[in-house]
């Protein structure tokens, strides 16, 4: 069946590294793919997207890579700070899937002083 | 402001009783979500309507109601609460035209003993 997976569930990182969280997914149809970034007593939040036609796109500190031959995506935080410490999710969507988005578990990044 | 809104954010209820969630959106979407989060647990979904006239089941509507009164509210309704509802609820919207990134409320805790 479909799914969406983190390969670990905790992530700490020092403060000022960069940070990668990754996500397999295993629906080859999938068009769209998204992260979420959740702090605690809010609901998720859009970071940043990318579409099944690009392999890499750039927000402000935030990277997504994806590589559609091993259904991989990745969320790369660069100079990581305090106020980045929360729970991340990877979800997917597809036109297939009456565009009902599938979130991942979640990977909960811990910032290190 | 907030775009999406969701009240209470906090309920306790007892075994049986009936509830209802609402949720309200400004941001002119047509599409409306449901979602439960349960701790070490993705998003899933319980309910979602792509326009007034047009209410659909998620992954897990059983036990659940919905109602869409208008294009900016979309309630929840659990008929006979029961503890292993216990959860986080969240809406979310998102524009009409396919794969587009979901705008999440702040969620409501509830608790049923």
């Known amino acids: 069946g479909e799914s969406v997976g983190l390969h670990l569930p905790t992530l700490s990182v020092q403060e000022g590294d960069n940070s990668i969280i990754n996500c397999a997914y295993s629906?080859?149809?999938?068009?769209?793919f998204i992260w979420y970034k959740q702090e605690s007593g809010k609901g998720p939040q859009f970071i940043i997207d990318?579409?099944?036609?690009?392999d890499k796109r750039q927000g402000q500190r935030v990277t997504v890579l994806l590589n559609k031959t091993v259904k991989h995506l990745s969320l790369q935080i660069a100079a990581t700070q305090p106020g980045d410490s929360a729970v991340y999710f990877c979800?997917?969507?597809?036109?297939?899937?009456?565009?009902?988005?599938?979130f991942g578990k979640g990977t909960r990044l811990h910032i290190l002083p | 402001d907030a775009d999406v809104t969701q009240t209470p954010r906090n309920r306790i209820t007892k075994t049986g009783k009936r509830i209802m969630l609402e949720c309200s959106q400004t941001?002119?979407?047509?599409?409306m979500y449901w979602y439960r989060q349960d701790p070490g647990l993705g998003l899933r979904l319980i309910y979602y309507?792509?326009?007034?006239?047009?209410?659909n089941k998620g992954e897990i509507s059983d036990g659940y109601s919905v109602s869409r009164q208008a294009q900016a509210k979309f309630s929840l309704s659990l008929e006979s609460a029961i503890p292993n509802q216990t959860a986080l609820y969240f809406c979310?919207?998102?524009?009409?035209?396919?794969?587009?990134?979901?705008?999440f409320g702040p969620g409501t805790r509830l608790l049923v003993l």
């Open positions: 941001k002119g979407h047509d599409r």
């Open positions: 990318i579409r099944s036609n690009m």
């Open positions: 979800a997917e969507n597809s036109w297939n899937r009456d565009d009902k988005i599938i």
């Open positions: 979310a919207t998102s524009a009409v035209g396919g794969l587009e990134t979901q705008y």
């Open positions: 309507s792509f326009d007034v006239k047009d209410i």
């Open positions: 629906n080859s149809a999938s068009d769209y």
